[in-house]
Every structure is written in C-alpha cells, then in structure tokens.
Nanobody
Framework: QVQLVESGGGLVQPGVSLTLSCAAS????????IGWFRQAPGKEREGVSC????????YYTDSVKGRFTVSRDNAKNTVYLQMRSLKPEDTAVYYC????????????????????WGQGTQVTVSS
C-alpha cells in the first residue's frame, strides 16, 4: 500500500527554521518526483517545491526561493523540506506528494498533478 506521511509541523515564531519530513512506504521514493504543496485557509493549494527523480532538479515557488530547501534521503525513503526565515504568510497545511512521471518539475510542480498524497501537517508561523 502506497503511503506518504508528513511530520515536523508546528507552531513557531517568525524568523525561525523548521524542517518537514515526508516518509514513504509501499514504494521506492527514489524513483518518484516528490512535491511539497501547501494550502492556507481560503486559498488555493500552491506548489511550494519539487525534486525530480531523474536528475535531482528542483523547483521552488518564488515566495520561498532562498529560504526553503528540498532534499531526499534515499536510504531512509524520506524527503525533507527545510524552511528558514519563516514568515506568517508561510502558515498553511503542508502536503507531500509523489508522482512517477518524468515530466519536468517546472511543469509538474505548478500543475499539482501528482498521483499520491499525504495527509498533511500544519505549520503555523505566529508571534
């Protein structure tokens, strides 16, 4: 059974760092493009960052460039999203997703058309 489980969310103050984890089971995450998405109340889901399975290329939405870093640990079958200098506008439920497609992350990430999704983890940035 394919499963993605996010962890690491929480309530933090502006300016601090937080790292989210996405652990996969039932499939080998290394062969999938992995995406991080977020959805804030009243807003559409947004593709935050993606990492390709084929060449390791990465995509970041403009609002997180220079602050967020996506990485994968194939030995642990886990993908991470390191978030630095968090802002209140980063508050959202964060989801990880996996897709076997070879489509470029620069097309796949904005489209959000991933096959498998986790349940999400809440990140709240507030003073």
């Amino acid at each position: 059974q394919v499963q993605l489980v996010e962890s690491g969310g929480g309530l933090v103050q502006p300016g601090v760092s937080l790292t989210l984890s996405c652990a996969a089971s039932g499939f080998i995450l290394e062969y999938y493009t992995i995406g991080w998405f977020r959805q804030a109340p009243g807003k559409e889901r947004e593709g935050v960052s993606c990492i390709s399975s084929s060449d390791g290329s990465t995509y970041y939405t403009d609002s997180v460039k220079g602050r967020f870093t996506v990485s994968r640990d194939n030995a642990k079958n886990t993908v991470y999203l390191q978030m630095r200098s968090l802002k209140p506008e980063d508050t959202a439920v964060y989801y990880c997703a996996a897709d076997p497609s070879a489509i470029s992350v620069f097309r796949l990430c904005p489209s959000g058309e991933f096959d498998y999704w986790g349940q999400g983890t809440q990140v709240t940035v507030s003073s």
